[in-house]
């Protein structure tokens, strides 16, 4: 069975801290993995990882695949009040792109 | 870019009534569109993968007389919660992929239902 584990699953910190948030994978037919930011509603996307080793960056957020030991960690640097939120990891799988989510890391960075 | 929208955002509804929900892709054509439940707390639960012009895809223990699914246009999904019960009660989220990266899912804003 597909499966897709996040860790931790949740975490306190103070803003300026920055966090790594991890995410392992066992999915068939890999084909991605997705990181998204869900706040009060929908998730937003954030990245998709398709080739290992090669770090993506947006701002203070930034992500890295790892396809032979099946993980991906989401990095955030000079955390803020704003960066409170559940990250979500998903992996993409099938010749449909399913995505199978992970139960998400609740982020709270305290001021 | 890449925008999609749910509607209604809210809605209350009686046991055993049926409420539909639209989900549309705003600035972009959908191929695939699919339907995830969450529950509070919970991670999102794929319910059905639907592609435009064919039968949605229901996941394992979704049913599909219950939870309609049609994805009439490139732009347009909706689902129908059929005879809704209280357990029906959630929050559903539909996401659309991009035609030329299908990889990537954008996600509407949610329909959070109440059956009461």
């Known amino acids: 069975e597909d499966k897709v584990v996040q860790s931790p699953l949740s975490l306190v910190v103070h803003e300026g801290d920055t966090v790594t948030l991890n995410c392992s994978y066992e999915?068939?037919?890999?084909?991605?993995l997705l990181w998204y930011k869900q706040e009060k509603k929908a998730p937003t996307f954030l990245f998709m990882l398709?080739?290992?080793?090669i770090e993506k960056k947006s701002g203070r957020l930034s992500s890295i695949l790892d396809k032979k030991e099946l993980f991906s960690i989401l990095n955030i640097t000079a955390t803020q009040t704003g960066d409170s939120a559940i990250y979500l990891c998903a992996g993409v799988w099938g010749s449909n792109y399913k995505l199978t989510f992970g139960k998400g890391t609740l982020l709270t960075v305290n001021p | 870019g890449a925008v999609v929208s749910q509607h209604p955002s809210r809605v209350i509804c009686k046991s055993g009534t049926s409420v539909k929900i639209e989900c549309r892709s705003l600035?972009?054509?959908?191929?695939?569109m699919f339907w995830y439940r969450q529950f509070p707390k919970k991670s999102l639960m794929l319910m059905a993968t639907s592609n435009e012009g064919s039968k949605a895809t229901y996941e394992q223990g979704v049913e599909k007389d219950k939870f309609l699914i049609n994805h009439a246009s490139l732009t347009l999904s909706t689902l129908t919660v059929t005879s809704a019960h209280p357990e029906d009660s959630s929050f559903y989220i539909c996401?659309?992929?991009?035609?030329?990266?299908?990889?990537?899912?954008?996600f509407g804003p949610g329909t959070r239902l109440t059956v009461t």
């Open positions: 999915v068939t037919n890999f084909r991605s």
């Open positions: 398709t080739s290992s080793g």
């Open positions: 996401s659309a992929s991009l035609i030329s990266s299908s990889y990537e899912q954008y």
């Open positions: 600035d972009f054509q959908a191929t695939t």
